[in-house]
């Protein structure tokens, strides 16, 4: 892997796992086009989610420092006999309703994980995915008026936006495009349901790196490509800030149907290929 490469595929992951066009799906994708063996770069595609991850770390540091606080503050309750109080501030009602979408998204992952694996080798699995990830944006982009805040949102919606992030699993289809999709339907205001989108991709994120990354490093780095790794993942991080940021103005202001049409054309690119090669 060359540093050219290692920059392109930093800017894509940074830039596709934000903006709802599948960081994954991208990815695989070059990395058929540039011959590159998903195996032997494992190691770098760890290390991209955590650069994604510092992105939105930088983003939201605010809010995830208020959300430690709150979970220090709640096992405080728990010890002194007051119980939960899922209810006592929004940010604390916040932090149960990541627990409780986090938790149909490990729960496919964990089950579906060779399903999934297998799809990356699919040109037209891929196509599918963003097919589908075309189809919910423009969904979301005729939405109407939403006005569910953190305080008003149900645990079966929770649940609902998990199980679409753990959908997202599948190559092709955008976790950002599923999860805000998941979102407006359960009601949130855009603001609201951008913010949680993106905070609840932290320890989807999180487990995807601790499983993965086992079998990434058993057997060592090639020292050759230690320096490209490098730059593609400041490269993630770097993109990734920008992608957050404008993923905010462009949901706020209902201008997602420009990214359902990139990503059909790209499935039919890709699906054309396919037909003739």
Not at 47 to 70: A, Q
Not at 89 to 115: C, H, K, N, Q
Not at 214 to 233: E, H, Y
Not at 241 to 269: D, E, N, P, Q
């Given at each position: 892997?060359?540093?050219v490469?290692?920059?392109?595929?930093?800017?894509?992951?940074?830039?596709a796992?934000?903006?709802?066009?599948?960081?994954?799906?991208?990815?695989?994708?070059?990395?058929?086009?540039?011959?590159?063996d998903?195996?032997?770069?494992?190691?770098f595609?760890?290390?991209m989610?955590?650069?994604?991850?510092l992105?939105v770390?930088?983003?939201?540091?605010?809010?995830?420092?208020?959300?430690?606080?709150e979970?220090c503050?709640?096992?405080?309750?728990?010890?002194?006999g007051?119980?939960?109080?899922?209810?006592?501030?929004?940010?604390?009602r916040?932090?149960f309703m990541?627990?409780?979408a986090t938790?149909?998204?490990a729960?496919?992952?964990?089950?579906?994980?060779?399903?999934?694996?297998?799809l990356?080798a699919?040109?037209?699995?891929?196509s599918?995915?963003?097919?589908?990830?075309?189809?919910?944006l423009?969904?979301?982009e005729k939405m109407g008026?939403?006005?569910?805040?953190?305080?008003?949102?149900?645990?079966?919606h929770?649940?609902f936006?998990?199980?679409?992030q753990?959908i997202?699993?599948?190559?092709?289809?955008?976790?950002?495009?599923?999860?805000l999709?998941?979102s407006?339907?359960?009601?949130?205001?855009?603001?609201t349901?951008?913010?949680?989108?993106?905070?609840?991709?932290?320890?989807?994120?999180?487990?995807?790196?601790?499983?993965e990354?086992p079998?990434?490093?058993a057997?060592?780095?090639?020292?050759?490509?230690?320096g490209?790794?490098?730059?593609g993942?400041?490269?993630?991080?770097?993109?990734?800030?920008?992608a957050?940021?404008?993923?905010?103005?462009i949901v706020t202001?209902?201008?997602?149907?420009?990214f359902?049409i990139?990503v059909?054309l790209?499935?039919?690119?890709v699906?054309?290929?396919v037909?003739?090669?």
């Amino acid at each position: 892997m060359t540093y050219v490469q290692a920059i392109i595929l930093g800017l894509t992951q940074g830039l596709a796992e934000f903006l709802p066009i599948s960081s994954s799906g991208h990815l695989a994708l070059l990395q058929y086009f540039f011959g590159i063996d998903s195996d032997n770069v494992l190691p770098f595609t760890v290390l991209m989610h955590l650069g994604t991850l510092l992105s939105v770390f930088i983003i939201y540091w605010k809010d995830i420092v208020e959300l430690v606080k709150e979970l220090c503050w709640t096992i405080r309750d728990i010890c002194t006999g007051k119980g939960l109080r899922i209810n006592s501030s929004p940010t604390r009602r916040l932090g149960f309703m990541i627990i409780v979408a986090t938790i149909p998204t490990a729960l496919i992952g964990l089950l579906f994980e060779d399903f999934f694996n297998s799809l990356y080798a699919s040109l037209i699995g891929i196509s599918l995915g963003l097919i589908f990830t075309g189809a919910i944006l423009l969904i979301a982009e005729k939405m109407g008026r939403q006005d569910r805040d953190i305080m008003t949102l149900k645990f079966r919606h929770a649940v609902f936006v998990g199980i679409m992030q753990g959908i997202a699993i599948c190559p092709g289809v955008s976790r950002s495009g599923s999860t805000l999709f998941g979102s407006l339907l359960s009601g949130l205001d855009r603001a609201t349901a951008v913010k949680f989108a993106f905070l609840i991709s932290i320890p989807s994120i999180l487990g995807s790196v601790v499983l993965e990354a086992p079998d990434a490093f058993a057997q060592g780095l090639d020292g050759n490509i230690i320096g490209p790794m490098i730059a593609g993942v400041i490269v993630a991080a770097i993109s990734g800030i920008f992608a957050i940021k404008a993923m905010i103005r462009i949901v706020t202001g209902k201008r997602l149907f420009g990214f359902s049409i990139y990503v059909w054309l790209v499935a039919a690119v890709v699906l054309g290929y396919v037909l003739i090669s």
